[in-house]
Structure formats: structure tokens, C-alpha cells
């Protein structure tokens, strides 16, 4: 069974520093891989979605990478802002029909001004 | 991009009631669609996958006759929590997969909050 992990629960830093989070999974077949973003209260706002034959995908700010092998993905976000602030989510889709996602716990970011 | 709606965002509801939350896929069309559940301070827990007419699949220890779930068209899934209890009292998702998108984009409603007294 996949278990995705995320490090660090929670991470408070100053505006304008790179920062990255960190997600980890067990199982190496995947066929896909998101990062989204949740507000309080809110759902889910999709970030960035690597496919298993890609090594990384960027969109403005953020960049996300994977690696398959170690069973590895980070999203780095560049010169954060307090707008940033959110709880950022992993989720891992399997190989196969199906293709339900697996999150991680989530890692909470503040972003001081 | 794509949107997925809920309905409704919120509810209050007394112990024993039943409660009907739907999910549409706004602008795709989606044979499959997830129902997630998210308690406080802890990440969203997969409940069951609904497919265009089809039975649902649940995971294991979500009972099927309690969440009952109605995939009836290409956009629209509705998850009924039936003799709600206060520990049903979550924040529940739904995810719509987009047919013609890329392979398992999945996009996400905006949530209801469901609280049970």
C-alpha cells in the first residue's frame, strides 16, 4: 500500500526566501505525481503534475521535481511571499485502472512579511 | 482550467438527519469522480471512487450504506450521509477526472463543511 510522507509538518520563514518542501512514497510505480495547495477551509488548488517519465515541472515560481527511484519529489518555491502561505499537499497517483491519489499529511507554510 | 463545484459549501445539521452533497464537474465531463473526507489538522482520506453508472468503490472501513454515493451523468455525483452522527462531522471533497485532459488531472471542488449536532 502507498504511503506518502511529508517533511516538515509545518515551516515558518521570512519573505523573499527560496524554501523547499519535501515529499517522499513508498511505492515507486506511480503514474503521476501533484503537489496542490489548500487555503483554511478551502480545497484544493492543483500546483504542478509530473508525469513518471518526467523529472520536473515548472510553473512562475515553483518548480517540482521527482525522482523515482529514491522515491523523492520537492517543490521548491522561489523568493516566497506572505501570499504563499498555505498548506501545500503531495499526492501520488498509482499505475493502474483506477487511479486514486494518496496524499501526504501536508506541510503548513507561513511566509512573515 | 477545469471546475469542479459543490454543493453546499456548508451545512448544519441534527444527529440522525440525512445529508445529500453534490459534485459537478462545471466545464468536462468525468466518468470518475473521488470522494475525499478531511478531518481537522490531517490530510484527505480517500472514501470511495464513483463511477458513471456504475456502483461506487469504497475503501476499506468506509460503509457503503452509510455514504451512500450516485454517480447518475457525466457531470454529476451526489454523496448522501445518511443517519449523520457527530463524528461525521468533517470537511468532504469531491474530485472530478477529466476525460478528455490530461491522463488523472484531477480537479478538485471547494469543499463542505458538514456539522453534525
Known amino acids: 500500500k502507498q504511503e506518502v510522507t511529508q517533511i516538515p509538518a509545518a515551516l515558518s520563514v521570512p519573505e523573499g526566501e527560496n524554501l523547499v518542501l519535501n515529499c517522499s512514497f513508498t511505492?515507486?510505480?506511480?503514474?503521476?505525481l501533484q503537489w496542490f495547495r489548500q487555503d483554511p477551509g478551502k480545497g484544493l488548488t492543483s500546483l504542478l503534475l509530473i508525469q513518471s517519465s518526467q523529472r520536473e515541472q515548472t510553473s512562475g515560481r515553483l518548480n517540482a521535481s521527482l525522482d523515482k527511484s529514491s522515491g523523492r519529489s520537492t517543490l521548491y518555491i522561489a523568493a516566497s511571499q506572505p501570499g504563499d502561505s498555505a498548506t501545500y499537499l503531495c499526492?501520488?497517483?498509482?499505475?493502474?485502472?483506477?487511479?486514486?491519489?494518496?496524499f501526504g499529511s501536508g506541510t503548513q507554510l507561513t511566509v512573515l512579511p | 482550467g477545469a471546475v469542479v463545484s459543490q454543493h453546499p459549501s456548508w451545512v448544519i445539521c441534527k444527529s440522525g438527519t440525512s445529508v445529500k452533497i453534490e459534485c459537478r464537474s462545471l466545464d468536462f465531463q468525468a466518468t470518475t469522480m473521488f470522494w475525499y473526507r478531511q478531518f481537522p489538522k490531517q490530510s484527505l482520506m480517500l472514501m470511495a471512487t464513483s463511477n458513471e453508472g456504475s456502483k461506487a468503490t469504497y475503501e476499506q472501513g468506509v460503509e457503503k450504506d452509510k455514504f451512500l454515493i450516485n454517480h447518475a451523468s457525466l457531470t454529476l455525483s451526489t454523496l448522501t450521509v445518511t443517519s449523520a452522527h457527530p463524528e461525521d462531522s468533517s470537511f468532504y471533497i469531491c474530485?472530478?477526472?477529466?476525460?478528455?485532459?490530461?491522463?488523472?488531472?484531477?480537479?478538485f471542488g471547494p469543499g463542505t463543511r458538514l456539522t453534525v449536532l
Open positions: 474530485s472530478a477526472r477529466d476525460l478528455s485532459g490530461r491522463d488523472n488531472e484531477q480537479f
Open positions: 511505492d515507486s510505480a506511480i503514474y503521476n
Open positions: 499526492a501520488a497517483s498509482p499505475s493502474g485502472s483506477a487511479r486514486q491519489l494518496t
